[in-house]
């Protein structure tokens, strides 16, 4: 069974740093993988997927990392800002291409 | 594109009564549409999976009887959570799954809280 695993569980960094969430999965035996940001009591709101040939993607700030041998993944937040404080959700879908496997999430704050 | 809506966004009930959740497609058509639950401060948890015209998938653990879901057409999905109870209390997401050739990526509905006195 796909365990997924989110470090840290939570970050507080003052504005304009830089930062890293780390992710990591079990079974390499991946379709892609997905970074999500949740706000509080609110929907998933998809950042980036990255499919199993690719080593990462970019939207803006964000950039995402991943590494399917070793089972990890990072999301790099550039520059962070008030307006990215919430949870980051990293999740795996299986090679059957088919539910999603998500960890428990990174809940950042940043500070003005 | 790629839009999913869930009605309603919050409910409360008494124990013992029953609810229904829908979840929309609005822009696509998704064969596909998969039920989570989140709990305070834990992940989304896949509950089960919903095919247009066929049976869900339950997940080990989820109870088929208390959970109906029905997928009636490729726009709509609807959870009923039967005869509710305290313990049911939770965030209820769905998600949707684009068409085969879109990578299998999953759009989700804004959630419906669901609070049981």
């Known amino acids: 069974k796909q365990e997924v695993t989110q470090i840290p569980a939570a970050l507080s960094v003052p504005e304009g740093e830089n930062l890293v969430l780390n992710c990591s999965f079990t079974?390499?035996?991946?379709?892609?993988l997905q970074w999500f940001r949740q706000d509080p009591g609110k929907g998933l709101t998809s950042l980036l997927l990255?499919?199993?040939?690719?080593r990462e993607q970019t939207s803006g700030r964000l950039n995402a990392s991943l590494d399917k041998s070793s089972g990890r993944s990072t999301l790099y937040i550039a520059a962070s800002q008030p307006g990215d404080s919430a949870t980051y959700l990293c999740?795996?879908?299986?090679?059957?291409?088919?539910?999603?496997?998500f960890g428990k999430g990174t809940s950042l704050l940043v500070t003005p | 594109g790629a839009v999913v809506s869930q009605h309603p966004s919050r409910v409360i009930c008494k124990s013992g009564t029953s609810v229904k959740i829908e979840c929309r497609s609005l822009?696509?058509?998704?064969?596909?549409m998969f039920w989570y639950r989140q709990f305070p401060k834990q992940s989304l948890m896949l509950m089960a999976t919903?095919?247009?015209?066929?049976?869900?998938?339950?997940e080990q653990g989820v109870e088929k009887d208390k959970f109906l879901i029905n997928h009636a057409s490729l726009t709509l999905s609807t959870l009923t959570v039967t005869s509710a109870h305290p313990e049911d209390s939770s965030f209820y997401i769905c998600?949707?799954?684009?068409?085969?050739?879109?990578?299998?990526?999953?759009?989700f509905g804004p959630g419906t809280r669901l609070t049981v006195l």
């Open positions: 822009d696509f058509q998704a064969t596909t």
């Open positions: 990255i499919q199993s040939s690719q």
């Open positions: 999740a795996v879908m299986g090679n059957s291409g088919y539910a999603l496997n």
């Open positions: 079974d390499s035996a991946i379709y892609n």
């Open positions: 919903s095919n247009e015209g066929s049976k869900a998938t339950y």
């Open positions: 998600s949707a799954r684009r068409p085969p050739g879109s990578y299998n990526e999953q759009f």
